[in-house]
């Protein structure tokens, strides 16, 4: 389900509204709703498919890991399973067990940082409505005073409802189907039919390990950091985790890397997860303010917000997850094409472009890419060429900037790792080992 227009209400008043889609020239959308079992249906599917297609995976289901010790070469688990226990030594472990982490707690390792105390009631609710495909967010709306209420479409007939229920409350007894249809009913109105698929009340906490390396055990996921939904980063940010370590941990296996180019998962995921941290806490403390004063301040940002252009952009519903842009990384080389645009500087994600003929990021393939703007592309063991002689606009205005020409050394995770306005196949083959967590 894919949505632009976000609309805030204050009270009864709309007071603000914003588009996601800023820009064309983007394969896909700003943003899509899915449900998690969509994408968990998806995944199994793909795995299916490759080891059908002869890929050494093993799925194991009602395998619960029950104990972890790390040793200098291996991690031993032990695992139980309904017809009994068994151990296995594997060379790398990616933990990604969930907040709750039983590989976290058996390491004895910790998990800083604040926990907040407001409940959330989630009700997914299917229903024949009249609602546009926006993303609605309500502060103290009449029909949940002094709280805040969310409404999104899902996929197949799905609204997605999250009301804030406050502190010190009953979660059994606001679960009862009764009472949650009942709370819709005031937000929806009399005469809007619907069923209630699901419920579920929660709270949420903004917290990370202090590594997320810990020799051949490396957390991702929730595992590794935890944050508020406001803003879609926790899913969002495990994906871009494994995105970041699973090129990182096939080079170190196939021996084209030293180790230390794990220690860059930890470095570059760890100022992800400060960023994701900062944004969704932010976020939380401007929907539920923690004192009086904070409560004046945003109250007052929201009425200002209808009429004071200036006052929009303090209004905070949730910024919304965009992957980070790892400045100061190891890996990175100092920026060869300082006149290009900031948005592909080394360590930006690629920004999307259409190239003839379909779009780049579906070029980019699953390993070092020289992708070469306006040039021929040079021949440099380790990188696939991608040689685009007469770029388009999009690929000029997110490339080039006023640079008549481009190198780009792209890693496989489609983070640049350097770039320059020309550059000898020697000077980009160090780029590259350094990529790949050589030291300088
Ligand atoms: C209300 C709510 C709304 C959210 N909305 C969004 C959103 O819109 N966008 C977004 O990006 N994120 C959202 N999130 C966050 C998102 O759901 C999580 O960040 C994401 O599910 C974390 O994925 P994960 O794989 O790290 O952990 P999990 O999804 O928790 O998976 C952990 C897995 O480890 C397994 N496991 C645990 N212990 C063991 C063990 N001992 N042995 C073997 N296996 C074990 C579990 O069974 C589970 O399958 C939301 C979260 C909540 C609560």
Redesign the pocket.
């Known amino acids: 389900m894919q949505w632009n227009l976000g609309k805030v209400f204050f009270g009864d008043r709309k007071v603000y509204e914003f588009n996601l889609l800023a820009e064309t020239g983007h394969r896909r959308p700003a943003f899509i709703?899915l449900q998690?079992y969509h994408l968990e249906h998806d995944m199994v599917a793909r795995l299916r498919a490759l080891q059908a297609a002869g890929a050494s995976i093993d799925l194991r289901g009602a395998?619960?890991?029950?104990g972890v010790e790390a040793a200098g070469d291996h991690v031993a688990l032990d695992i139980d399973t309904p017809e009994g226990p068994y151990r296995i030594e594997a060379e790398w472990l990616v933990a990604?067990?969930?907040?709750?982490?039983?590989?976290r707690e058996a390491l004895g390792l910790g998990f800083a940082g604040r926990v907040f105390e407001d409940n959330?009631l989630?009700a997914d609710v299917t229903m024949q409505a009249e609602f546009p495909t926006e993303r609605w967010f309500w502060f103290d709306p009449p029909f949940n005073p002094g709280q805040s209420a969310l409404l999104h479409k899902q996929p197949d007939g799905v609204w997605r409802i999250?009301l804030q229920l406050g502190r010190d409350i009953d979660r059994e007894r606001e679960k009862e189907p009764g009472r949650v249809r009942a709370r819709v009913r005031q937000m929806l109105g009399p005469d809007v039919a619907f069923e209630l698929e699901w419920v579920?009340i929660?709270t949420?906490q903004c917290r990370r390990m202090e590594r997320f390396r810990h020799g051949r055990v490396l957390f991702?996921?929730?595992?590794a950091h935890?944050?508020s939904?406001f803003g879609?980063?926790?899913?969002?940010?495990?994906i871009q985790d494994t995105d970041n370590l699973a090129w990182k941990l096939a080079a170190v296996i196939a021996g084209e890397a030293p180790e230390a180019l794990l220690d860059s998962y930890h470095a570059e995921r760890l100022q992800a997860a400060d960023e994701n941290i900062l944004a969704s806490t932010r976020s939380t403390d401007f929907i539920t303010p923690k004192s009086a004063m904070s409560r004046t301040f945003r109250d007052a940002v929201l009425d200002l917000s209808e009429r004071c252009e200036f006052a929009r952009p303090l209004v905070n519903s949730g910024r919304l997850?965009v992957p980070t842009i790892h400045d100061g990384s190891a890996l990175n080389t100092p920026d060869g094409l300082p006149e290009g645009p900031a948005r592909s500087r080394p360590g930006a994600p690629c920004p999307d472009a259409p190239l003839e003929p379909g779009f780049l990021l579906d070029r980019l393939g699953h390993g070092f890419v020289l992708m070469a703007l306006g040039m021929p592309a040079p021949e440099v063991p380790g990188t696939a060429p991608l040689a685009v002689p007469a770029p388009g606009d999009e690929m000029r205005a997110r490339y080039l900037g006023d640079a008549p020409r481009a190198l780009y050394l792209i890693r496989p995770d489609q983070h640049v790792a350097a770039r320059w306005a020309d550059a000898a196949p020697a000077t980009i083959a160090t780029a590259l080992s350094r990529a790949l967590g050589a030291t300088p």
């Not at 395998?63 to 029950?66: F, G, K, N, Q, S």
């Not at 879609?232 to 495990?238: D, L, M, V």
Request: hydrophobic fraction near 35%.
């Open positions: 709703n998690q395998h619960r890991v029950a990604c067990d969930g907040a709750g982490s039983p590989v959330f989630i999250d579920s929660y949420f991702a996921g929730d595992a935890q944050v939904p879609a980063r926790g899913a969002n940010s495990g997850s």
